[in-house]
């Protein structure tokens, strides 16, 4: 590890070096024209500018992602501002504005899309980035264009499509502990101006950063992972775009990393004492098809979608290695959906903009939880629970301008879904089986006006909902089986600028949310088990600001800072905060790239302290990190050496109580270095 680090360090002064005295040749021929880059985003289901959009929204390009070292949306999270995820092994939570899901849950809050298909449990949610054009991240309910649990925002992954150009790259990249990545990527046509093909894949081992302290296992987190996917583009006519992806995902890892991080049987970061033999299996598949015609007056997209996905998790229940008291649970999930939309829109810039679509799916969710003291050979409860969900949507939205300044946005989804749930535990001799049934209006108003050609100011309306369920996990009983939906409206306030000639770009904005029947755990007194109700109201309120600047050619300056008031106002918790809500979170960097090929760039990220539960029990202490990226960029071949968490500050992205004495956790990274190369062709 030290050898490494120091390897790194000799070779960031040299290359750092040299970038400052590229800087000072290149800045006397600099280009004063230089503007920042137009990007278009798609997650409001049209093409739009990102200045256009009336919403708050951030946007990823390929070139980004690549320059900010992304992996995964975990990662890119990370520079959103009021934007967090509850991380650990299974837990993938995305939290916008201050709005989490209950402990136990099985839907984010957000919603997660990938070439317009849906990821809808929260499990599948930390998705690796890997030849993707591009992320979007929508904030503020997205119900009306987007439908069941996207009350908080939406994150939109955009995969690349092949083309005429042949193109192609080979990428290694080897870290601390042992960590390797490397993967490849091809497109082209296989018949010119018909017919593409496009491959990726990526493959990820590391050896983890934790020691067992009963075994001295140093790989209690070791992870192997592979993803891969294919494209195939047709054109048969101008008007016609068809296309098939196929995504494949493996992974094999162990989670022995959650540890008590207070009470009698605390240990240091990294450190474990179990004995269990915990892991965290993943398999998966996923194909769309899409079928989109471009006419002269009227556009048509049809998205056909198919998931399946597996998890198998075994983890030790009593975090210690005491043989008398030794407990672990197993969590099996099974998970398929087929889904279907149809959409039509304008095609062409005229004063009113519209869109009208169709939505169906169906979804059905099988989980199998067993828990077992293992040092009595007692299974305490083993709930085996059937979940079919069906479901079918009317939308539309339109945009009508007036004098060319104003615009004037309606939109409206109705939105039905049926769900049958069906729980048997055979440990406890129970049995549950129930129906739901929900029909939900979902309004969206905003209104635009532009100042000038480059500055917009925007204010907006919003209804989202987070679906009801069943509760599989928790002991229940035909009472406390289900639960309902939770409701946000949210309001809206905003200016997008450009000024300096394209140079500086400035979005602000001010929401205010509010939370109806919130979805939260308690302890039933009747019935002496916990349950899942709709007893609390809660508001998040807050501001987001961001900036980015090109002053010179080559070097780019941005920061972002978001505030969030997010607390039950109603309940049991009235004034607490909802957890993983910090209320303050932040990114700042700053990037080089010379026309000599080098290439520099810095990223301070951090959060304020968070909860982790519903009672403000456990929490996070406020935290920052720096990464590092230098390199050397040619036509064909780069080369960059990184290090993230720099000052290698100690966190947590998982805490929750475990019993009156203990909270659990999981240790963030620490400081890792390494090197990546890139070779295209």
Not at 181 to 190: C, D, Y
Not at 427 to 452: G, N, V
Not at 455 to 468: D, F, H, N, P, R
Request: net charge negative; glycine share 8%.
């Amino acid at each position: 590890m030290r050898s490494i680090y120091n390897m790194v360090v000799m070779v960031a002064v040299i290359l750092g070096a040299s970038c400052i005295n590229a800087h000072g040749e290149f800045y006397k021929t600099q280009d004063h024209n230089r503007k920042l880059e137009s990007i278009t985003v798609t997650a409001r289901k049209t093409e739009a500018s990102v200045r256009e959009v009336p919403v708050s929204v951030d946007v990823f390009s390929d070139i980004m992602i690549q320059d900010a070292g992304i992996k995964n949306v975990h990662d890119l999270t990370k520079f959103s501002p009021n934007v967090h995820i509850k991380q650990n092994y299974t837990d993938h939570v995305i939290v916008i504005r201050g709005i989490p899901s209950f402990r136990a849950s099985t839907h984010s809050p957000a919603g997660l899309y990938v070439d317009d298909i849906c990821y809808p449990l929260h499990y599948m949610q930390n998705t690796t980035l890997f030849d993707v054009e591009r992320a979007e991240i929508l904030k503020g309910p997205q119900g009306t264009l987007y439908g069941r649990n996207t009350e908080s925002g939406v994150i939109n992954i955009v995969t690349r499509q092949p083309g005429n150009q042949f193109q192609g790259k080979v990428y290694g990249d080897y870290g601390s502990d042992n960590t390797l990545g490397s993967g490849a990527n091809i497109s082209g046509p296989l018949i010119t101006n018909k017919l593409f093909m496009g491959a990726a894949v990526k493959y990820t081992n590391s050896d983890g950063y934790f020691v067992n302290l009963s075994d001295n296992n140093d790989q209690v987190a070791d992870s192997e992972q592979t993803n891969a996917r294919t494209t195939l583009r047709w054109k048969p006519m101008g008007q016609w775009d068809i296309s098939v992806t196929t995504d494949y995902i493996d992974a094999d890892n162990h989670i022995g990393a959650y540890r008590l991080v207070n009470g009698p049987h605390a240990t240091k970061p990294f450190e474990v004492r179990k004995d269990e033999d915990e892991y965290y299996e993943e398999g998966g598949n996923s194909q769309v098809l899409r079928i989109k015609h471009k006419g002269d007056a009227i556009d048509f997209l049809s998205v056909s979608g198919a998931l399946y996905q597996t998890i198998d998790r075994l983890a030790d229940n009593d975090l210690w290695d005491d043989p008398a008291n030794r407990m672990k649970n197993r969590l099996q999930i099974k998970e398929r959906q087929y889904s279907q939309e149809f959409r039509l829109f304008s095609s062409q810039n005229d004063k009113f903009e519209w869109l009208a679509g169709f939505y169906g799916f169906l979804e059905k969710s099988d989980f199998n939880y067993k828990y077992d003291i293992v040092s009595k050979a007692i299974t305490v409860k083993n709930p085996i629970t059937d979940i079919d969900t069906s479901g079918y949507a009317f939308f539309g939205q339109g945009t009508y301008s007036l004098f060319d300044k104003l615009h004037l946005t309606a939109g409206f989804r109705y939105d039905h879904q049926d769900q049958e749930g069906t729980l048997i535990d055979p440990a406890r001799d129970s049995h549950c089986s129930q129906d739901l049934s929900y029909d939900e209006y979902l309004p969206k108003f905003a209104l635009a006006y532009d100042l000038s050609g480059a500055v917009m100011i925007y204010t907006s309306a919003s209804k989202g909902y987070l679906a009801g369920g069943y509760n599989w996990l928790m002991n229940p009983v035909t009472e406390t089986f289900s639960y309902g939906p939770e409701y946000t409206w949210n309001y809206e306030l905003g200016l997008k600028a450009e000024w300096l000639e394209g140079k500086l770009m400035a979005n602000f904005s001010f929401f205010h949310t509010d939370i109806e029947d919130k979805q939260v755990t308690q302890f039933d007194t009747s019935t002496l088990l916990n349950s899942i109700t709709n007893a609390a109201k809660a508001r998040s309120r807050g501001l987001e600001l961001e900036l980015k600047t090109t002053p010179i050619q080559g070097l780019d300056i941005f920061a972002g800072l978001g505030y969030t008031d997010s607390r039950f106002i109603e309940g049991d918790h009235k004034d607490n905060h909802l957890p993983y809500a910090p209320e303050y979170s932040y990114n700042a960097g700053i990037q080089y790239r010379s026309q000599e090929g080098f290439f520099c760039r810095a990223d301070l990220m951090g959060a304020d302290a968070y909860y982790g539960d519903i009672a403000n029990r456990s929490s996070q202490k406020a935290y920052k990190t720096v990464n590092l990226r230098l390199g050397y960029e040619r036509e064909s071949f780069d080369i960059y050496i990184w290090t993230d968490n720099l000052f290698d500050e100690e966190y947590l992205t998982y805490v929750s109580p475990f019993d009156e004495q203990s909270d659990v956790g999981l240790d963030a990274s620490p400081r890792t270095v390494g090197i990546n190369c890139v070779y295209r062709f």
